[in-house]
């Protein structure tokens, strides 16, 4: 009898019943495959470096003394690296006075054209159709968009130039002596 139910199962189908429906509380096949994790920490874009001091030079007391952005006294901060950026936002934290002997000042004055960008040629010197001023006072954080840009929106030229100059006005009265302060510029770039 057993048999004869048997005989309509053929043994393909028998064993395909048995792979279908897993006994109870038997662990189900399980496959594993491992991954590695990888991190390429790149330098960044564009390292700014502060490469000339703004100079003042002597002063007379009761005279004041202007510099320009674009002047050979101007302070300049260089960025190199620019060609991986597409636009760059310049900060100036800008101090109020000189200080000098016995905690004397000079009083500084920043509200004017007094900022500068410039993309810096293969030449070593400052692309004239590039050259931007702006009032770092009323605008004290301050956007450019690249001139020279070439194939995929990189810039043509890999470093970048930011200058500062400004407004010192010593009193009539002003003690002789050396006056010091310092000025900080800060890059972002996307």
């Not at 792979?19 to 509380?25: F, I, M, Q, S």
Request: charged share 10%; glycine share 10%; hydrophobic share 40%.
């Amino acid at each position: 009898m057993l048999r004869d139910l048997l005989r309509p199962l053929t043994l393909p189908a028998l064993a395909l019943a048995c792979l279908a429906a897993p006994a109870a509380g038997q662990a189900k096949p399980t496959a594993t495959a491992g991954l590695n994790v990888a991190a390429n920490i790149v330098a960044p874009p564009l390292n700014l470096n502060g490469t000339r001091d703004l100079q003042f030079g002597a002063l007379i007391p009761g005279t004041p003394g202007t510099v320009l952005p674009n002047a050979a006294n101007a302070g300049e901060a260089r960025g190199v690296g620019a060609d991986q950026v597409h636009t760059l936002t310049f900060t100036f934290t800008l101090p109020t006075v000189l200080t000098g002997p016995a905690g004397a000042t000079i009083p500084l004055s920043f509200n004017g054209n007094y900022a500068a960008t410039c993309e810096i040629n293969n030449a070593d010197v400052c692309d004239a159709t590039s050259f931007q001023t702006w009032n770092p006072v009323t605008s004290p954080s301050h956007t450019d968009t690249p001139k020279n840009v070439g194939p995929g929106g990189t810039f043509l030229y890999t470093r970048y130039s930011v200058y500062i100059g400004g407004r010192a006005s010593p009193a009539a009265a002003q003690r002789a002596g050396t006056y010091t302060g310092s000025i900080t510029v800060t890059v972002t770039w996307n």
